[in-house]
């Protein structure tokens, strides 16, 4: 059998495997499949896949959106990064999930500070820590016969601590936190060769899995380097932005698009979450040979339902004019697919 992926024909005992054209992680759907060779499916998934699905706005949408990996488990958001208190730079660990938040101090810091009265205390570190630590100390000053109070003056004891420690946090402002965000542009070079290689194999089989073009995205998907990823008739993220407005009809937030021009040369638009976008040439480019247009056809998956649907373009845009949600079961639709 086949593989679009590694362009092989492989014989019965190699193992195949369904693939989904846009990652599952990301929203895909089980409409939108092809079959490939599980040892592609399983290196492309890690290496290509991967570094996009982890990206993190993507990861953003993908938790506010509640998309599920192929695992079941909805991915949690991590707004980790480095603050500030008092001046000092800490690390804070901050990551939200659906069943709630953990936010902390990755490090305590207890700083001593010499009075008339006896010694100041200054705490910085998680909850926990500064539990941990001011029960250490309220243990030691009462076998000495002493206390301790907090800034306003009041004695705190074991009994007290949990109510003070909540009163002071409530005092305490959501902290700002400097993040840096990884980002690669070979990262999207290889997702979306990958993407056109799937999405041509789902509408034109084997004829194009097997044309020149398609060992051009193939070369692309295993590139080590920008400059051997190189692929004429493309402009991928983040350079999209001077791609023509027209194309912003097919942005949807709440949907991934992808748009085939049947034309010459044939043309892919696509538009995941409405900002992470394509276009890219399904035939080979070759100077001075122009463009001629063609019939559109428009496949969409709505999120974070997975639903997948075939439209014409006439038909896509009475729908996207439509301001009444059930106009995504009327008769305005030109063919739908769940299979």
Not at 82 to 88: A, S
Request: aromatic share 8%.
């Amino acid at each position: 059998m086949f593989c679009p992926y590694c362009g092989c024909d492989h014989g019965p005992a190699t193992q195949m495997s369904s693939e989904h054209v846009i990652p599952y992680a990301m929203g895909g759907s089980d409409g939108l499949t092809i079959v490939v060779c599980e040892s592609s499916n399983n290196q492309l998934g890690g290496r290509v896949d991967r570094p996009i699905i982890e990206f993190f706005p993507v990861r953003s949408e993908r938790f506010f959106l509640g998309l599920k990996g192929t695992d079941g488990t909805v991915p949690t958001l991590d707004l980790s990064g480095v603050t500030f208190l008092d001046g000092r730079e800490m690390r804070l660990r901050n990551v939200l999930g659906f069943d709630g938040k953990d936010m902390r101090l990755t490090s305590r810091e207890i700083e001593r500070i010499p009075t008339d009265q006896g010694e100041r205390w200054n705490f910085r570190g998680s909850p926990d820590a500064i539990r941990k630590a001011l029960a250490g100390k309220i243990r030691d000053q009462a076998l000495k016969g002493k206390w301790v109070k907090n800034h306003k003056g009041e004695i705190i004891t074991l009994e007290n601590l949990e109510q003070m420690l909540l009163e002071a946090m409530e005092e305490v402002p959501n902290p700002c936190v400097l993040r840096k965000i990884e980002f690669e542009y070979l990262w999207t070079w290889r997702f979306f060769a990958k993407l056109s290689l799937s999405v041509g194999h789902y509408l034109f089989g084997e004829d194009f899995s097997r044309s020149e073009r398609a060992d051009q995205l193939r070369r692309t998907m295993q590139a080590q380097t920008m400059e051997a990823a190189g692929l004429t008739g493309a402009a991928i993220f983040p350079e999209t932005h001077s791609l023509p407005p027209q194309f912003a009809q097919f942005k949807t937030k709440s949907a991934h698009t992808i748009v085939v021009c049947h034309g010459r040369p044939r043309l892919l638009i696509v538009s995941l979450f409405g900002w992470l976008d394509a276009c890219i040439a399904l035939d080979l480019v070759r100077h001075g040979s122009g463009m001629r247009p063609g019939e559109m056809q428009i496949l969409e998956i709505t999120l974070p339902d997975r639903r997948f649907a075939q439209y014409s373009l006439l038909n896509y845009m009475r729908l996207r004019a439509s301001r009444e949600p059930a106009s995504r079961q009327g008769d305005g639709r030109d063919s739908a697919s769940n299979s």
